[in-house]
């Protein structure tokens, strides 16, 4: 059965620190590994990873993937309050369905 | 502005009702999904639709019912036979996947029902 685990589940954080999210995946003939930030409502999109060792970046956050481990770290630097969001890992395999985590309850505090 | 829109908000039903959740897109996308998030637990998916008047069952489709009579709308009805239906509910949607085309979903703002 195809499974997407996320760790930790939760994470608080002081302003200033660094954090690793994680996300391990078995899935059937994966084809793209994808995180959204989820803050109040809609999750957003944030990186779509598809190949192992190329790193995407966006400001504070990057993100890789590695297929060979079958994972995918999400880190951001300098945390801010506004980081404070559930993240969330989805694999997509053969079909056009996604398979999430249970996403990683970030808490940033002044 | 392209978007997904859900509505309402906020919908609180009595047990033994069946509801109605709105899902419109004009993105122009050709799929659709319906996701449902409980604290604690990830997205799961109910119904999917990749094309129009087709529709698929996802993982946790029972007690639920959807249609796919346009493009721009996948309707999402929360029927009395759903045991556990207070929860929140996100509408997405993506272009089609093609054999080359990466797609990610877009999302709705969510819709929070609440069974009194």
Redesign the interface.
Known sequence: EDKVVQSPLSLVVHEGDTVTLNCSYEVTNFRSLLWYKQEKKAPTFLFMLTSSGIEKKSGRLSSILDKKELFSILNITATQTGDSAIYLCAVEGITDKLIFGTGTRLQVFP | DGG?TQSPKYLFRKEGQNVTLSCEQNLNHD?M?W?RQDP??????IY?S?IVNDFQK?DIAEGYSVSREKKESFPLTVTSAQKNPTAFY?CAS?P??TSSA?N???????TRLTVL
């Open positions: 997904i799929a999904y996701y604690g637990q990830g997205l799961r998916l999917y990749q996802g996100l993506s089609i996947r990466y990610e979903q877009f999302f709705g703002p969510g």
